[in-house]
């Protein structure tokens, strides 16, 4: 017997929804297997990684807060991947925005306003926006690859926090360590719940995916995204231009990874240290495709991410297993969904050898011409 | 002469039906050893859906295949391909990063201690290639070859792996002249040494220079099998179309055109290693046609015009006013519109509806803070599906379920929905049936009766001939002679690329 792919006169609506479901399953019968093979009961493994986390307030905050970059970031992904720009530098956009947010609570420390955290909010968006510029830059004038720029960069943008936070940032009251000095009360993300610490990022991220959602859905920069985003070549022979889609996409996608960085770091952390980010940025990427590049998806696809960071944390302190098991779980999920894409494009055909039929799996796509 | 074992495939009562339509209707085919057999058809008439059931690319339906005197059923190409049915498409199906040699053994190759014998299979590429003619090193990258020596290779590699029966979809759409020579010299080769070609193409000179039977097709019945000695071109006109081509082809004399005041000047206008600086007048409600061979410049003297390339010399003037073309946005500005050749990637949005396709080139000109509103797109879109002729179900259809000519028509639409007064047509009938044919030419003239002024580059020199007042030959990437009015003949047209082609071995 062998497996045939066939590929489908039309894209099937039917998996294109069904497909980021399918890989969810996939992903938690492949993660149980890991956990027996670890030598844990795979079904309270996968009970303390999937459903506790749900069943206390403390952690569906940590979960909302979790989401929140991871929203905002993939909104502003899903806009770049959508008109063929491939952005993989959002983590890096959000370093550079954590930073350009500091400025005013770590350089400007004894200035005390209500205007501190406005001003942070627009650096953060600003410094993302400035990072996505170079790789944007490089694409649209010296036609440079944008994967590989984007992504180098991300490398450059953590050593420069790193070198920040244990240089001219450092805190004179932190005994040495690498940190800046806390922010200031004024300085700090308030909390929208009595019940716990989910901050202000989260509406953030909710009112972005919805902005972009109506974007995308009822203005005709969202018709342009599509256009040029299908055929670069018939869009811009139609008077789109292509060079200003680069610039508008990855401006808006640094900006949001930049409000999502210094929206971590008020709201969250409340100082600079070596490290901000558990991957927001690389996960985002895993987001926007689970959400099927559709910011009301991302916003469910977020979430559910956001349970993987906290589940693994949990197992970490239940089973004693590694943290990176939360990676190896993204990683298994990004995996699971771009195959079960395949299916959108192609059916699965079982050929046994001699002369039996070919049975086609699916039952539900004829040809249509 | 030619008895029942001269068949060497034939084709019974074959049945297609896909949801809706029925493709094939008891169709039979049958094909003789030594032969080449034209399939024609206009768009949508069944002929690759019966050359898909053919290879097993589709399951068909209904009928008998029978292939060498034995029944067969093949389940895919692969199949077929063992069985002696080789397919070689319009674009290559080979793998550009790998060598010729590989190419042509790629999933056989000769192997020595469980390694590939790259030097054997050299050897014997070469001794494939032999009968050929092809002058090419084996060990090339095939994306180095041209696109002619990749179709060779595709046929050898079919030839080699089948060896009964040969399939040509279209391989010649993108070959210049000299190189279908080259081609058919193969194709002659191969038929004289028994194996049976069917050919798949659109140009009817070219079914007239190779093929010895015709078999026309229309929505999806067969319509008859005949010797094509025997068959006028008219009359095989009319059975791919059902009736009689009012003009197939109207002669010149268009001199009607006015001597009006030049519109358009470009001087000395050009692209380092696109196309040579050129000089270019055209008037108001003229046509000028382009000529020349493939990779002559055609394609880059429209391109230049519209500003999807830059220009890097010479002046642009409208009016005698200097205008800026540094990108489509700033030609679009001007009033220039732009059908280009290849309307799968540079043309349609496939996805989007036929509406969206019409409504997107004034769309983008308006900018995106005045979008057109619903009314008005459907308003647009109803006006131009009924003024061409765009033959959809309905205008929310996306574009890419549409036929050939229908999608070029909507390009068209497209246009002339920004009010255009300088149009450039790139191949507007590449690809296209018969019937869409005339009508796109017929339109070409009502456009340029309302003062439009038109470059249209085609290949097809005849449609040249029927709508041009002056034709503009190129060579090499330049513009090598201008014929006026009553010059304007296919003989003169095809006398001055050959001129410019003994210069060029002259020197």
Redesign the interface.
Known sequence: MRI?LEKRPQASVFYAVLSPFIALVLTVIAGGIMFWLLGKDPVSALYSFFVEPLLDVWSLHEIAIKAAPLILIGVGLSICYRSNNWNIGAEGQFIMGAIAGSIVPVVFHEWHSPLVLPLMLIFGMIGGALYAAIPAFLKANLNTNEILSSLMLVYVAQFFLDWIVRGPWRSPEGYNFPVTRNFAPEAILPEILDSGRTNLGFVFAIVAAVLIWFMMRY???G??I??LG??E?????????SRRMIWFSMLLSGALAGLAGISEVSGNINKLQPIISPGYGFTAIIVAFLGRLNPLGIIAAGLFLALTYVGGEAVQLTLTVSDKVTRVFQGLLLFFVLSCDTLILYKIRL?FPGRTA?VAQDGLQ???? | MQGNDDIILSATGIEKV????K?LNNVNFQLRRGEVHALLGENGAGKS?LVKCITGA?RRDGGKLVLDGAEIDP??TFEAQRLGIGTVYQEVNLLPNLTVAENLFLGRQPRRFGLVDAAEMNRRARALLSGYELDVDVRTELSSCSVAVQQVVAIARAVDLSGKVLILDEPTASLDAHEVEMLFAIVRRLKSQGLGVIFITHFLEQVYAICDRITVLRNGQLVGTRDAAALPRRELIAMMLGRELGDEIKQAGNAQASEGAVRYRFRGYGRKGHIAPFDLEVRKGEVVGVAGLLGSGRTETAEIL?G?EKADSGTAEVDGKPIDIS???TA?RHRFG?C?EDRK????????SVR?NIA??L???RG??R?ISRAEQDRLADRYIAALDIRTSDREKPIRLLSGGNQQKAILA?WLATNPEFLILDEPTRGIDVGAHAEIIRLIENLCEQGMSLIVISSELDELVAYSRRVIVLRDRAHVSELVGEEVTTSHIVEAIAAADKREAGQ
Do not use: H
């Not at chain 1, 018939?234 to 231009?241: K, V, Y």
């Not at chain 2, 990637?345 to 989007?352: A, K, R």
């Open positions: 045939e203005t005709l920069k018709f342009e599509t256009v299908q055929s070549r018939a869009g811009r022979f139609a008077g789109f231009s050929v070919a004829g040809g249509a011409e | 896909f949801p809706g339509a493709a859906t589709y389940r895919d519209f999807a990108s489509p946005r679009i732009f280009p990637t540079d043309g349609i949005i496939g996805d989007l969206e997107l080139a769309q983008a000109r995106w803070a979008p497209r």
